[in-house]
């Protein structure tokens, strides 16, 4: 706790924000299905993997062991990654986009076929801005996710809000498991601190935010009280944050 002030804020609290990835889940993505639909299955995770080699983004990672070899990244040019999008590489002189359906339109590509159970996280591939084929990723709440939000209401705390970038069903899922009513999806970094300034500015309660700081270190800083995660967390989210649960447990936030 990084000053008396916070403790004395979070007295007052009457809300928390959560962040879904990485805070209520365990940010710990498995590929649990691949499906190539133009390209060879093993082309197509290799291409992904490459593509994703240079993230940190824990979906990156699941990408790239699923691929199970050293990705080689002496083939891959002109890597960028798009915050709350996904990446895009250029590898042996094709353009590969891996990300989500934000990244697919603004390549051009056209979703098509069986995407997977939609209360996942689907993420899809574009090869020369032609659709290739999806990823299907799964996520775990994090164990005492759901004693946390129960304790928060037992203490008085009822309004509780979900903010990701992840898909609508996705995030809808968790909030219904954790007994979450009021959830946004599909924003990216500047939505997050958009809807933050919104309810920061609707009522007089003190506002609390939770978050693992991927994508979302800005909404961190600009909460009454920004609290962060620090094992799993990024170095950013230490930063912004004013208070830091070093052991990543959000049964910690109603303790
Ligand atoms: P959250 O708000 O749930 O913590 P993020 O803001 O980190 O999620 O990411 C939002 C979405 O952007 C992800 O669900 C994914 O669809 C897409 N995305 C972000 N980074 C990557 C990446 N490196 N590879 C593929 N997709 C990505
Ligand atoms: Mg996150």
Known sequence: IKGSNYLETLSKVGRIVFDKTGTLTKGSFEVTEIRAEEIAEEEFIKLAALAESSSTHPIARSIVKA??????????????????????AVISGREVAVGNDKLMENE????????????????????????????????????NSKAAISALKDIGISDITLLTGDGEAAA?????????????????????????????????????????????APVLSRADVGIAMGALGSDAAIEAADIVLMDDDPLKIPK
């Open 67 to 88: 691929y199970g070899k050293e990705p080689d990244i002496s083939q891959v040019e002109n890597l960028t990654e798009i915050s709350g999008h996904g990446v895009k």
């Open 172 to 216: 809808k899922a968790v909030a219904e498991e954790l007994g979450i009513d009021s959830v946004y999806a599909r924003l990216l970094p500047g939505d997050k601190v958009d809807k933050l300034e919104e309810m920061l500015n609707n009522d007089n309660k003190k506002l609390a935010f939770a978050g693992d700081g991927i994508n979302d």
């Open 108 to 143: 051009g590509a056209e979703i098509s076929g069986d995407c997977g159970n939609a209360t996942e996280t689907v993420i899809y591939v574009a090869v020369d801005k032609k659709y290739a084929g999806s990823i299907v990723i799964s996520d775990r709440l994090k164990d």
